[in-house]
């Protein structure tokens, strides 16, 4: 079997995380890296790999099988696109766009060139997430009524400055949304709402933030799905104790559990058990090349994702919280009392409004179609 020859279009940041996955296929002989592209200078770029700034000149010398773009969000459209049109296949980071208008232009540009895009929800390839799925359609958790998910972490300073968009809801006039809930919880909300098949039919949230920046770094989110299903995220970028990014659903026969990076999973009346099989989406997209195999993240499943990304965009601007309620160690910066208030909102289905908090900020009622 032919390595399938890779190139990356954001060389650097999150990049680094594509090289190291590609560094393993190719012990394997599933992949190879080549070529980079990056405006900025690559670091530790490989002596045996083209580094391009163009990455128009990198495609049309390189001719790769699969093209990884790692770059801003509101690139990633034009940039998917001279992708598909040199005829490539595209692993598309997360969030792919982020309103409808540019999900509809990405299947389109799909469509045309009959080439294949991969989003890049890491989620979306939990076999763990799989078997829950199964389950609730099967009904072991007998009527679904709520899916909620808790993430606590911590960003610093020096995340919110490495790039001209950390922070920013817009950038020269083009919405970025580098918020906790569009990008570092990305994953946390494809989760929750991949759980059960239905669409956003509306989007409330609660959001602030514990330093000058433009964005929320904590944030309470309910979806509202068609059929009555709500989902509750709930989740900080200044955590006072490390939260993966927990999900539980909420059934009539009980409740299920699952533990998204480690794969565990737990269902009614059963331990925990850790559910085996991951691959990485760019394997997967891979194994589609070579033999069909169905892809584990298309944008059709990603279509409600940029729903409630758009609806986001029409929200007022998160609340700083009073410093009085943040402590500072550094760069770091925590929201004391902020793990409890998220537990008690997931468990209750409730935004930071509804429930007693020890600050209080509120932005309530974006219709998902707004």
């Known amino acids: 079997m032919r390595a399938a020859t890779?190139?990356?279009?954001?060389?650097?940041?999150?990049?680094l995380h594509h090289r190291r996955v590609l560094a393993g296929l190719a012990e394997r002989g599933v992949a190879r890296l080549a070529g980079l592209a990056d405006p900025a200078p690559v670091v530790d770029a490989p002596a045996d790999v083209p580094v391009f700034t163009d990455h128009r000149a990198m495609l049309e010398r390189i001719r790769p099988d699969v093209?990884?773009?790692?770059?801003?969000?509101?690139?990633?459209?034009?940039?998917a696109r001279d992708v598909l049109r040199a005829g490539a296949d595209l692993l598309l980071e997360k969030p792919p766009v982020l309103?409808?208008?540019?999900?509809?232009a990405l299947v389109a540009a799909r469509d045309g060139t009959r080439r294949a895009v991969q989003i890049g929800f890491q989620a979306l390839a939990s076999p763990a997430l799989t078997r829950l799925r199964a389950a609730v359609a099967a009904g072991a958790l007998g009527a679904v009524r709520q899916v909620s998910v808790v993430g606590a972490w911590q960003r610093d300073d020096?995340?919110?400055?490495?790039?001209?968009?950390?922070g920013r809801r817009v950038l020269g006039g083009r919405p970025t949304l580098d918020g906790a809930l569009a990008n570092?919880?990305?994953?946390?909300?494809?989760?929750?709402?991949?759980?059960?098949?239905?669409?956003?039919?509306?989007?409330?949230?609660?959001?602030?933030?514990?330093?000058p920046i433009e964005v929320e770094d904590t944030a309470t989110l309910r979806v509202t799905l068609a059929g009555g299903v709500r989902v509750l995220v709930a989740v900080t970028l200044a955590g006072e104790e490390f939260v993966d990014g927990d999900l539980t659903v909420y059934g009539s026969h009980g409740?299920?559990?699952?533990?998204?990076?480690?794969?565990?999973?737990?269902?009614?009346?059963?331990?925990?058990?850790?559910?085996?099989?991951?691959?990485?989406?760019?394997?997967?997209?891979?194994?589609?090349?070579?033999?069909?195999?169905?892809?584990?993240?298309?944008?059709?499943?990603?279509a409600g994702f940029t729903a409630v990304v758009e609806a986001l965009r029409t929200a007022p601007a998160?609340?700083?919280?009073?410093?009085?309620?943040v402590s500072v160690d550094g760069g770091t910066r925590v929201l004391r009392g902020v793990n409890g208030a998220l537990r008690r909102c997931a468990e209750a289905g409730a935004l930071f409004d509804e429930v007693p908090v020890p600050w209080s900020a509120t932005v309530r009622g974006v219709p998902a179609n707004s």
């Open 6 to 15: 890779v190139a990356l279009v954001g060389a650097n940041g999150h990049g």
């Open 67 to 79: 093209v990884i773009v790692c770059t801003p969000p509101h690139t990633h459209l034009a940039l």
């Open 99 to 104: 309103d409808r208008d540019e999900h509809d």
């Open 158 to 166: 020096a995340y919110w400055g490495r790039s001209a968009w950390s």
């Open 184 to 211: 570092p919880f990305a994953h946390a909300v494809m989760q929750a709402l991949a759980v059960v098949d239905a669409e956003p039919t509306g989007v409330e949230v609660s959001w602030l933030r514990v330093r």
């Open 255 to 302: 409740r299920a559990e699952l533990t998204f990076r480690d794969d565990l999973l737990r269902l009614p009346g059963g331990p925990a058990e850790p559910v085996p099989g991951r691959i990485t989406l760019l394997e997967n997209l891979i194994e589609h090349r070579r033999a069909g195999v169905p892809l584990l993240a298309p944008p059709e499943r990603t």
């Open 318 to 325: 998160p609340v700083e919280v009073a410093g009085a309620a």
